[in-house]
């Protein structure tokens, strides 16, 4: 309310000061000055009042003030309602819609005050702003807030959720109790450590996380959370500190997510690449042991060849005898040991045949009772029917008793190794028969036991082991079609279970073999290498052979077209086009009954399949050589 009374002295500045302030009012252009008599009526107009409402001030001034308000507003009185509430309280402001001269609507904001003189009122002061402009940044502020919090409220793969400064709940969305259970009502107040398990909140894992967002702006991490019905996910979370203007901390954002399934497919993922680096490594290996063992081989047999020549030279020479022995028995160690590695990189070559496991598991047990020792028991445990699995009877007897000797020396102060077999449907080998071996023993560690299968590694000491034992295991399951597993744990023994696929009808074609006459026919030898030739043919030119000795399939080929050739003694692995196999299928379809016989300590092409040609493993003996000649003439 103004008063606008006057004092007698001071005439001339008073009214100096009053030219000086009509001059200020009417130059105001950001807002609109003007008064109104008692009754509403406009009786002066400043520049402001002409930007704003578009009423120049002849067209303003006299007219009454309620023309600048919406026809809605007129019929309800508002204007008359202003004027009253100004004469009886002195003033009066609000926030509403006002009319331009154009017709066009703004947002204004409205003071009116009351002016008195000696006790009467003489009419309104109003001043009314254009807050247009201010109001729409409000609302389009206010809707933004608005479809922010339907977005976060929306949001139900993510929990999105403020904490205060202390670390309490202060709202929640609906994926929040998606993710981890909690209605609104059961989780807003609480504090957000009991997402936590149990020893991480001992840890004081929840203040650490608080202190850190609130030191460095932000904190993330990965671990498992609880659900309210007490179950386990593994979440990814993310808190962020908020802070005012001024820099005070007035809270978290805190956004959780369930990773649960995203982290198995990341382990599985890493477990196959684990297996994949494991079957790489294993295949490099098999290539580089079986490579070795084939040169090895050609070696051997240069040896066991001509041993047989010594035997028949040093005959009354005692001293000269026990040297040839000495190195006939290390020969056939070393033929041995051969013959592991080339069952490990799944190159030997094998006679498979279909088997009865536990039938042969007891034809050889005997043998694994005495291999164990008087200190530890023999357990055998067979169901009433086991499937048959087509296996070589040798390796995999090797293989049984490889398995049986490695409990026994993991038991050094005796105990019980149990083995047994029964049919299971396995995962990656089908309808199958696991082969298990358990023992007693102290068990493996964790960082040995990706180890085990490796050739040559061994945890005995220099001089107990080759190292070779469950690599030989490892290479004919493989071989066999099957695979092996090994679990143990520290002070509970280990089990070593061999899976192998459920047998199949083989079928071995059976070619009739023409009957040698005699010990005197001629033989075509096809060895490239000069000294494992020479070596052989002393052995045949022994039994009583007649040898023609050709270095590849090619002239061989050329030499079986003259006359004389009784039987073919073919190497398997040959440089050429044509290797020792093939050049048996090519005199095959020439003369079908040309007996034929095969050598090798290697080969990958037999690595696979039934062959259908006899083989006679490198390094071989002379009475070897002689039963395997023997049976191309049954």
Same mark, same amino acid.
């Given at each position: 309310?103004?008063?606008?009374?006057?004092?007698?002295?001071?005439?001339?500045?008073?009214?100096?000061?009053?030219?000086?302030?009509?001059?200020?009012?009417?130059?105001?252009?950001?807002?609109?000055?003007?008064?109104?008599?008692?009754?509403?009526?406009?009786?002066?107009?400043?520049?402001?009042?002409?930007?704003?409402?578009?009423?120049?001030?002849?067209?303003?001034?006299?007219?009454?003030?309620?023309?600048?308000?919406?026809?809605?507003?007129?019929?309800?009185?508002?204007?008359?309602?202003?004027?009253?509430?100004?004469?009886?309280?002195?003033?009066?402001?609000?926030?509403?819609?006002?009319?331009?001269?154009?017709?066009?609507?703004?947002?204004?904001?409205?003071?009116?005050?009351?002016?008195?003189?000696?006790?009467?009122?003489?009419?309104?002061?109003?001043?009314?702003?254009?807050?247009?402009?201010?109001?729409?940044?409000?609302?389009?502020?206010?809707?933004?807030?608005?479809?922010?919090?339907?977005?976060?409220?929306?949001?139900?793969?993510?929990?999105?959720?403020?904490?205060?400064?202390?670390?309490?709940?202060?709202?929640?969305?609906?994926?929040?109790?998606?993710?981890?259970?909690?209605?609104?009502?059961?989780?807003?107040?609480?504090?957000f450590s009991q997402f936590y398990t149990e020893p991480d909140r001992a840890a004081g894992r929840p203040a650490r996380a608080l202190r850190i967002a609130s030191t460095t702006g932000h904190y993330d991490e990965e671990g498992w959370r609880v659900r309210k019905d007490g179950s386990f996910f593994w979440a990814s979370v993310v808190i962020d500190a908020i802070r005012d203007d001024t820099g005070r901390l007035i809270g978290f954002a805190k956004i959780t997510r369930d990773i649960t399934e995203r982290r198995e497919a990341q382990q599985t993922l890493e477990r196959v690449q684990r297996q994949l680096a494991e079957s790489q490594k294993m295949d490099a290996l098999g290539q580089l042991t079986g490579g070795i063992a084939h040169d090895f081989n050609n070696l051997l047999m240069i040896v066991s060849g001509n041993i047989q020549t010594l035997k028949s030279r040093v005959e009354g020479d005692p001293k000269a005898q026990r040297a040839v022995q000495a190195?006939?028995?290390?020969?056939?160690?070393?033929?041995?040991?051969?013959?592991?590695?080339?069952?490990?990189?799944?190159?030997?070559?094998?006679?498979?045949?279909?088997?009865?496991?536990?039938?042969?598991?007891?034809?050889?047990?005997?043998?694994?009772?005495?291999?164990?020792?008087?200190?530890?028991?023999?357990?055998?445990?067979?169901?009433?029917?086991?499937?048959?699995?087509?296996?070589?009877?040798?390796?995999?007897?090797?293989?049984?008793?490889?398995?049986?000797?490695?409990?026994?020396?993991?038991?050094?102060?005796?105990?019980?190794?149990?083995?047994?077999?029964?049919?299971?449907?396995?995962?990656?080998?089908?309808?199958?028969?696991?082969?298990?071996?358990?023992?007693?023993?102290?068990?493996?560690?964790?960082? *040995? &036991?990706?180890?085990?299968?490796? +050739?040559?590694?061994? $945890?005995?000491?220099? %001089?107990?082991?080759?190292? @070779? /034992?469950?690599?030989?295991?490892?290479?004919?399951?493989?071989?066999?079609?099957?695979?092996?597993?090994?679990?143990?744990?520290?002070?509970?023994?280990?089990?070593?279970?061999?899976?192998?696929?459920?047998?199949?009808?083989?079928?071995?074609?059976?070619?009739?073999?023409?009957?040698?006459?005699?010990?005197?026919?001629? *033989? &075509?030898?096809?060895?490239?290498? +000069?000294?494992?030739? $020479?070596?052989?043919? %002393?052995?045949?030119?022994? @039994? /009583?052979?007649?040898?023609?000795?050709?270095?590849?399939?090619?002239?061989?080929?050329?030499?079986?077209?003259?006359?004389?050739?009784?039987?073919?003694?073919?190497?398997?692995?040959?440089?050429?086009?044509?290797?020792?196999?093939?050049?048996?299928?090519?005199?095959?379809?020439?003369?079908?009954?040309?007996?034929?016989?095969?050598?090798?300590?290697?080969?990958?092409?037999?690595?696979?399949?039934?062959?259908?040609?006899?083989?006679?493993?490198?390094?071989?003996?002379?009475?070897?050589?002689?039963?395997?000649?023997?049976?191309?003439?049954?």
């Open positions: 309310m103004l008063d606008t009374t006057k004092g007698a002295n001071n005439t001339g500045p008073l009214l100096e000061s009053e030219r000086g302030f009509r001059l200020l009012v009417e130059g105001v252009i950001d807002y609109a000055i003007y008064m109104l008599d008692p009754g509403g009526t406009i009786s002066n107009w400043n520049a402001g009042a002409e930007r704003i409402t578009g009423y120049k001030a002849e067209e303003a001034v006299g007219r009454h003030f309620s023309n600048l308000y919406t026809h809605e507003e007129r019929d309800a009185g508002v204007p008359a309602k202003a004027l009253e509430t100004a004469r009886q309280t002195g003033k009066f402001d609000t926030e509403g819609w006002l009319v331009r001269k154009d017709g066009t609507k703004f947002m204004a904001s409205v003071v009116i005050d009351a002016i008195y003189q000696h006790g009467d009122l003489i009419g309104f002061a109003k001043i009314t702003r254009d807050i247009t402009q201010r109001n729409q940044a409000e609302s389009a502020l206010a809707e933004s807030e608005n479809q922010f919090r339907l977005l976060v409220g929306g949001v139900s793969d993510y929990a999105l959720f403020m904490l205060n400064p202390e670390g309490i709940v202060t709202n929640w969305n609906i994926g929040g109790e998606r993710i981890k259970g909690y209605r609104p009502d059961e989780i807003i107040g609480q504090h190195i006939e028995t290390a020969m056939q160690r070393g033929a041995a040991l051969t013959r592991q590695l080339l069952t490990f990189s799944r190159r030997q070559s094998l006679n498979p045949l279909p088997t009865d496991i536990p039938a042969r598991i007891r034809s050889i047990a005997d043998v694994l009772r005495s291999g164990l020792g008087g200190a530890i028991v023999l357990d055998i445990d067979m169901p009433g029917e086991v499937w048959p699995v087509t296996v070589d009877t040798t390796e995999f007897e090797t293989a049984l008793l490889n398995l049986v000797i490695n409990a026994r020396d993991a038991m050094a102060e005796g105990g019980r190794v149990t083995v047994s077999a029964q049919n299971v449907c396995d995962p990656e080998t089908g309808h199958a028969v696991a082969i298990s071996v358990e023992d007693t023993g102290q068990g493996i560690p964790n960082d *040995i &036991l990706a180890k085990v299968f490796d +050739p040559f590694f061994t $945890t005995k000491p220099v %001089g107990k082991g080759t190292g @070779l /034992g469950l690599s030989q295991v490892h290479g004919f399951a493989h071989q066999a079609g099957g695979r092996i597993d090994i679990e143990s744990e520290l002070g509970r023994g280990a089990v070593v279970t061999i899976y192998l696929p459920r047998a199949r009808t083989l079928n071995v074609e059976n070619r009739s073999q023409s009957r040698l006459d005699d010990a005197s026919d001629t *033989i &075509l030898l096809v060895e490239d290498n +000069p000294d494992v030739a $020479t070596a052989s043919a %002393g052995l045949l030119e022994e @039994l /009583g052979y007649r040898v023609r000795i050709t270095s590849n399939a090619e002239t061989a080929l050329k030499e079986i077209e003259s006359e004389g050739i009784d039987l073919v003694f073919s190497d398997i692995v040959m440089p050429g086009k044509m290797d020792g196999l093939g050049l048996a299928k090519a005199l095959r379809a020439r003369r079908p009954d040309l007996p034929i016989l095969l050598t090798t300590g290697y080969s990958e092409a037999l690595a696979c399949g039934q062959n259908e040609f006899p083989i006679l493993r490198k390094p071989y003996a002379i009475h070897e050589l002689s039963q395997a000649l023997a049976k191309l003439c049954q």
